[in-house]
């Protein structure tokens, strides 16, 4: 449980960084959009999936995550915390391919690194789940 908790600060953390590194300013809720998608990166890097499939399986699962995100802050917090309606194909402003595409490419990046890290057995997910199937 530990380890699943360290994985989704550390995607919250994550999505933050990129968030005040490319525009400049973030949300407290893009640090649970951020856990969340590490965790589900997590799983996909676990199953022997072609990398561009899992990566856009990733990037499909962060686009939908900021509708729902996006949607909520608006409607309960009565904020937008961001707004790609100038964006060509965006849908409510909250998610356009552009930004689709770049999750795509980061997906991607980050499904390496964890493959990687579960080679190199420094991934406690992975050892977890090699122990269980070998029971």
Same mark, same amino acid.
């Given at each position: 449980?530990?380890?699943?908790?360290?994985?989704?600060?550390? /995607?919250? *953390?994550?999505?933050? =960084?990129?968030? $005040?590194?490319?525009?400049?300013?973030?949300?407290?809720?893009? #640090? &649970?959009?951020?856990?969340?998608?590490?965790?589900?990166?997590?799983?996909?890097?676990?199953?022997?999936?072609?990398?561009?499939?899992?990566? /856009?399986? *990733?990037?499909?699962? =962060?686009?939908? $995550?900021?509708?729902?995100?996006?949607?909520?802050?608006?409607? #309960? &917090?009565?904020?937008?915390?961001?707004?790609?309606?100038?964006?060509?194909?965006?849908?409510?402003?909250?998610?356009?391919?552009?930004?689709?595409?770049?999750?795509?490419?980061?997906?991607?990046?980050?499904?390496?690194?964890?493959?990687?890290?579960?080679?190199?057995?420094?991934?406690?997910?992975?050892?977890?789940?090699?122990?269980?199937?070998?029971?």
């Amino acid at each position: 449980m530990l380890e699943r908790i360290s994985l989704f600060m550390l /995607g919250g *953390g994550g999505y933050l =960084a990129v968030e $005040l590194a490319w525009r400049g300013t973030s949300h407290w809720t893009m #640090f &649970l959009a951020g856990g969340a998608c590490l965790c589900l990166l997590q799983r996909l890097a676990a199953r022997k999936i072609a990398l561009p499939v899992a990566a /856009g399986i *990733g990037a499909a699962g =962060a686009s939908g $995550l900021e509708v729902v995100v996006g949607l909520l802050c608006r409607n #309960f &917090l009565h904020i937008a915390v961001w707004d790609y309606s100038n964006e060509w194909g965006n849908v409510a402003g909250l998610i356009c391919p552009r930004y689709s595409f770049y999750w795509f490419l980061l997906c991607g990046w980050v499904l390496v690194v964890l493959r990687a890290a579960g080679k190199l057995k420094i991934n406690p997910v992975y050892r977890t789940q090699k122990a269980a199937a070998k029971s």
